[in-house]
């Protein structure tokens, strides 16, 4: 089945303590992205990734870090979480990054940082 | 900077109605616009998939329309179902940026009582 999954679906942690969400997808798409999505704020993209090795920031890229070393994984890092980086985490992918792709989405991560 | 608006917030209709959810964005420079389906504690589905240079999209009972210079979208329903009940998010690419970001709306809350 083709899809994108996400690890952790839920997660509580502690200010300060590194923690890395992971996304995975097994359609051979190109392009993915992190968004974040908050009440009354919607959602915001945090990074995104054209192809391998390829990342650039979003609107809201403060607090996170990103790498892509394989297609397929796109994992989210978050070097020294805080209480405003708790919120519901979606990972995103497409064939590309073109004109006419649908974006598919993982199940989502909802992170709470005390 | 574009901008996208869902009115109404929250919606409740009886069972078998035909209802419409409206988005609005405000720069027509726009790519597609797609309509996304969020159920409580999982992802965002895809429902249609509507490019610039098109009027409508359907899927089974859903028809998106989409007037692109008056900045406008909607989301027909037929025949509401309760299994319909979620919420309703439609997101435009945006023309200025070639970064793949998608631009969402807040959200219609749909309710479908039985």
């Known amino acids: 089945e083709a899809q994108v999954t996400q690890n952790p679906r839920y997660l509580i942690t502690v200010t300060g303590k590194k923690l890395t969400v992971t996304c995975s997808q097994n359609?051979?798409?190109?392009?993915m992205s992190w968004y974040r999505q908050d009440p009354g704020l919607g959602l915001r993209q945090i990074y995104y990734?054209?192809?391998?090795?390829?990342?650039d920031k979003g609107d809201v890229p403060e607090g996170y870090k990103v790498s892509r070393k394989e297609k397929r994984n796109f994992p989210l890092i978050l070097e020294s979480p805080s209480p405003n980086q708790t919120s519901l985490y979606f990972c995103?992918?497409?064939?590309?990054?073109?004109?006419?792709?649908?974006?598919?989405f993982g199940p989502g991560t909802r992170l709470l940082v005390l | 900077k574009q901008e996208v608006t869902q009115i109404p917030a929250a919606l409740s209709v009886p069972e078998g109605e035909n209802l419409v959810l409206n988005c609005s964005f405000t720069?027509?420079?726009?790519?597609?616009l797609q309509w996304f389906r969020q159920d409580p504690g999982k992802g965002l589905t895809s429902l249609l998939l509507?490019?610039?240079?098109?009027r409508e999209q359907t899927s089974g009972r859903l028809n998106a329309s989409l007037d692109k210079s008056s900045g406008r979208s909607t989301l027909y329903i037929a025949a509401s179902q309760p299994g319909d009940s979620a919420t309703y998010l439609c997101?435009?690419?945006?023309?200025?940026?070639?970064?793949?970001?998608?631009?969402f709306g807040q959200g219609t809350t749909l309710q479908v009582k039985p």
């Open positions: 720069d027509s420079a726009i790519y597609n």
């Open positions: 359609m051979n798409h190109e392009y």
């Open positions: 997101a435009v690419k945006d023309g200025s940026s070639n970064t793949g970001k998608l631009i």
């Open positions: 990734s054209m192809n391998v090795e390829v990342t």
């Open positions: 995103a992918s497409s064939l590309s990054a073109g004109l006419w792709e649908t974006q598919y």
């Open positions: 509507i490019q610039s240079s098109q």
